[in-house]
């Protein structure tokens, strides 16, 4: 098929590539000229211009949006005037569901439309494929379905039409706080084996060991035992993690369903502790002891 | 090699025939005459007495303990008459890594080596393997060594001799811990998917689109999915979750480490709550409410 | 002063009530027949009519809502027109303070000052009097500063003008917070003196003796010893305790301002496991113990 | 009454110059000479010596341990030869409740009675008067009724007879696990305000208001008011907050007896996360991200 592929980015770019080895027509386009630089050695067509790419492309046109949440709508804006009936957008991002919900009225009355693709895999997507969670129109996600299966990691494995729009980036928003969750709960747990002396624990060869036939083996466990072979104690990382919204979206929509997520929503919460500085609510821990007990404060 | 397996419960049944294919000798010995009529079935030599058949095996012997934690001191005291220099007892089950510490010096007066192998994989094992994660003497976990690679997913896959006595069990038990953790977050993330009303969303296949590609694949999701296939709304399930010990043990090891594990904590916590009826705390919260806001409560 | 009380439920009767018995001339307006009824035994004038209400106040006027947040904006609305330059209306309701920033917005291209009233103190505030935080306009603050004083369980003390708009019901934002938490502690605290066998305790004698002298002596102890000397066992109250909105926003305040609140977090997670019935979560993790173990699944 | 009181540290001489004031006859032990020369400057008698001060005191004789939990059974064996049948020994410290159990049974072979007495209060004990949870013989408590009424706050008020022997160490450890919960409820809320820009909030002028009428009001919000009020940013104190074990065992004892206590819990975490450096798990978590993701790592 045909497709224009929004931004370069690290996602983009890759999946850009994979949509051209399975052998899709692909013209990626950004602003930036350093990522179609890169871009333009990884052998698809690279522009700088909407409005070029889109006279380009047979109509109706299929449109890959891989840019970040916070820019989609000026991107749709951009878009917009050089869309025409019958085009399908596909919002590929981490954007936020009610946003996708709200993006797909709206081109509606333009009689565009639009789907949103919940996309997991991370920079190893190029390789293994994208799980691929889809939101939208039945026909559209059937008419385009030739992308799904080659972003995916085989034809017809990882990737699936789960409900109207706004369900796709509904179950990557869900599958995000998963994410943090496992991640937490492994972080735990090396963390704990690292702490315990006497033993002397390899914890690369632990996780190693646990890759095969374990009850927690997993792609992230993988991923873990990797980073821990390269760099046994993980020297010179900070202990600082960064959160992307998708936990946060998690987190108030458990809430507002009165569903009780306590680990997904603890696993963000230790995110935000992790980049504390000068916790006032422990200062104020101490503070307290040392009123009612006499206990000696730390001071700095 | 020649080995006993003490024990032949869902998991010593499995693990012996699973040696006995690989070409090992294996005698299963067992108290219980059903467990021993199963087992018959699955083509090893079965024992009711553990004198005969430790004085069937040629020395030294190698001696594998599948029994419950609550067992094995009286297991060892069973076996202990009939044991002999340079033996072997492998204790594969889920004990208390200080309990095989106490054990191991216990036995090191009677010269015979005992080994902690923390054991992964269910009922799958016999199928796919186990992980296995060893504590002990080194020069004996080698002599032993094709038992593990027999039992392992692969001869080079899925087994460590991690540390010492006790490092086995310890690694087992912190395994055990991060298992509560992912399984928790899985749960949520599903709860949150299945309440959601609009998307109609079918976990199943959500589930089934996660296994490929995304970063939350593992074999645990890959159990859910088919539990998801099978049982779409999981109907006839009580939520009520048992726990087995380790993640009591992870929870009391990282608090007296002094680390901070909340989501593992907080996973096992879930499963006491599970099991909880009629919450005194709750409705100590509800009586509380009632005092200071005059807000209704709800009656029994 | 002159003063309209908009809402004679629970909170608002109680209030106009304080405020008369403290020498203000007070007139309750509530839609209700009932409310009204109740309300004319406490001696303060009550109405149907918002405009005869306002029509009868002296300019510039004072009214005080304390109505149900849900039903803010449309009281808003009812009053709007009867309103002229210089009025003060005072929301002592749970409205949530962005809220309340809005409102003031809107009533300042009206010339009315809006003051948010964080109100404090429940179905015991009429005879101790209320702890009262304010925000808004300093000089408006000051002009009303009679009704405050009345209100507060003295003159100088209990209340405080704390900052501009929103200021007053964001800190009884975080108070309730702290409640859900401090509620939380108290509860899980007697639950595990409830489980205890052996001391056979009696946990009004221990709630009563601490309530002198001891740490953890509070207001809310007050009530938790009152409630378990009546009902030692609670016997008769469910489990289930109902939330009312402003632990959700500190909860969702919290993490937009990256401060992690895991205790006020989980105080209102607790709150939603309390109302969950048949929870999908601990049914999936009973479902997954059983596909990785054979661990046996309780039916329902 | 005569009393002897081993011990004279903060708690140990508060106590004992309260019982002093309060008309008994006090005599403080203390191996430290510093403690001695301070502790006499208080009026009453204070002694090196275990054995004379025994001899000193009318038969049967009444005596009140003060240490460190850690030193209590060598304690003992410094007074056991010293005691006679008839001779009640008080534990006012931080014991773990199993400890006296213990202790009680080994006193009893000497017929000595053991007597556990939480006491909660801290350094305001002195003027305020401790609230005492006590365990132990029915009889040997009335004989020393007049003890517990003079350090209590008030004659009959602030102290119970919680139960048999152990009772009352195990309301105290359940009494500080709550203290535990309560703390860090505040710590967050005032927390989250410190951190809310634009209100420009002054901490200690909400606390002072949340003193009178709130739900919130509580000996632990009178201190964090005063704490606030001389050191509104809590500048030079550092975010490091110790726990002394009663937490450890209210979480160990709660999961023991199935009860779930996640607050408490949390709140004893969130202490051991204040004083983590350089955290394993949150290092691994960014390591993760950067393998999964590609997302940028911070380095130190």
């Known amino acids: 098929m045909d497709i224009a592929m929004i931004g370069l980015g690290r ?138 299966r080659t972003l995916a990691p085989a034809e017809d494995r990882g990737w699936a039409h789960v409900g109207p729009s706004g369900a796709g980036h509904f179950c990557k928003m869900v599958h995000n706080g998963i994410e943090y969750g496992m991640m937490q709960a492994y972080a735990e747990g090396f963390a704990l084996m690292q702490h315990k002396t006497g033993f002397n624990l390899d914890l690369a060869q632990v996780a190693k060991a646990w890759q095969h036939g374990s009850v927690v083996r997993s792609w992230l466990l993988d991923l873990s035992a990797d980073a821990l072979a390269r760099n046994p104690q993980l020297d010179g990382i900070a202990p600082y993690v960064e959160d992307s919204g998708e936990g946060r979206w998690t987190v108030a929509e458990a809430i507002d369903l009165d569903v009780p997520a306590p680990v997904i929503t603890l696993s963000l919460l230790e995110r935000l502790r992790s980049r504390e500085k000068n916790s006032f609510s422990d200062r104020l821990l101490a503070a307290m002891r040392n009123e009612f007990g006499g206990h000696a404060i730390k001071t700095t």
């Not at 878009?79 to 009225?105: A, C, Q, T």
Request: proline letters at 4%; aromatic letters at 6%.
């Open 11 to 148: 996602m983009g770019a890759n999946m850009a590539e994979r949509l051209h080895r399975g052998g899709h027509h692909v013209i990626g386009v950004d602003p930036g000229e350093a990522a179609r630089t890169t871009a333009a050695e990884r052998g698809f067509e690279v522009s700088a211009s909407i409005a070029e790419t889109l006279a380009a492309l047979p109509v109706p046109r299929v449109v890959w949006l891989m840019v970040p949440a916070g820019v989609v709508d000026q991107t749709l804006a951009s878009l917009s005037p050089h869309l025409s009936e019958g085009d399908v957008v596909i919002d590929g991002g981490n954007s936020y569901y009610k946003d996708s919900m709200r993006r797909n009225e709206q081109l509606q009355g333009e009689d565009v439309t639009y789907i949103d693709c919940g996309t997991s895999g991370g920079v190893w997507g190029l390789q293994e494929g994208y799980s691929l969670m889809i939101g939208g129109d039945q026909a559209a996600v059937e008419r385009i379905g030739a992308i799904f």
